[in-house]
């Protein structure tokens, strides 16, 4: 079994300052984990993910994550958030196999000016 | 330049009334998905298909029939039996296991 938790449905942040998107993860094997942004109206879009090897990955737009095993985290970071990064942000796991690809309830970034 | 093909854009159901959802892929991906996107839930898997003529139930398939007769073609079906079928739906592909899936911009779907 697998399972994504997304702390915070919604989260404001100043123009130019730290974006900090938490992600939790359960999975019985070693997971297979994504980032995705959605804008309104639109399909998801791939921000980064880790498969295996180094645990930073750093994606588009200036985001990155790191693959913390001891923790079962994978938190996304950008350290200066702009006014197009306003968007939802989901989280998701994949344990293997084409079947189960499993989504956080997402996460919506307010950028303030 | 390669993807997937969702259409309509929006779409109205009549009371009693079937419709299908199109999505067309040239990426050449054996594996493709539906999902229901619900405010507040995240994403709920409808049906997939791993190969051409075999697909299999997700979490929430009742009231939903798909079929995979080619492998660019992944059409699902909201039957009337589907009470509250008024939601975002998304189509996704995937090339290979452990690879991320690509989605298509999404059908937004509507009671009249």
């Known amino acids: 079994a697998q399972s994504v938790t997304q702390l915070g449905s919604h989260v404001s942040v100043s123009e130019g300052a730290l974006v900090l998107l938490r992600c939790n993860y359960s999975?019985?094997?070693?997971?297979?984990l994504f980032w995705y942004v959605q804008y309104p109206n639109q399909g998801l879009q791939l921000l980064l993910k880790y498969t295996t090897g180094a645990t930073l990955v750093k994606g588009i737009n200036g985001f990155e994550a790191e693959f913390k095993k001891s923790e079962t985290s994978f938190h996304l970071t950008k350290p200066s958030a702009h006014m197009s990064d306003a968007a939802e942000y989901f989280c998701?796991?994949?344990?293997?196999?084409?079947?189960?690809?499993?989504f956080g309830i997402g996460t919506k970034l307010q950028v303030i000016p | 330049d390669g993807g997937i093909t969702q259409s309509p854009k929006y779409l109205f159901r009549k009371e009693g009334q079937n419709v299908t959802l199109s999505c067309e892929q040239n990426?050449?991906?054996?594996?493709m998905y539906w999902y229901r996107q619900d405010p507040g839930q995240g994403l709920r898997l409808i049906y997939y298909?791993?190969?051409?003529?075999?697909?299999q139930k997700g979490d929430i398939a009742e009231g939903y029939s798909v079929s995979r007769e080619k492998k660019e073609s992944f059409p699902l079906t909201v039957t009337s039996a589907q009470k509250n079928p008024t939601a975002f739906y998304l189509c996704?592909?995937?090339?290979?296991?452990?690879?991320?899936?690509?989605f298509g911009d999404g059908t937004r779907l509507s009671i009249l």
């Open positions: 298909s791993q190969i051409v003529n075999d697909f």
């Open positions: 990426l050449n991906h054996d594996a």
């Open positions: 998701a796991v994949s344990s293997g196999g084409y079947q189960k690809v499993t």
């Open positions: 996704a592909s995937r090339g290979q296991e452990h690879q991320p899936q690509h």
């Open positions: 999975s019985s094997v070693p997971p297979y």
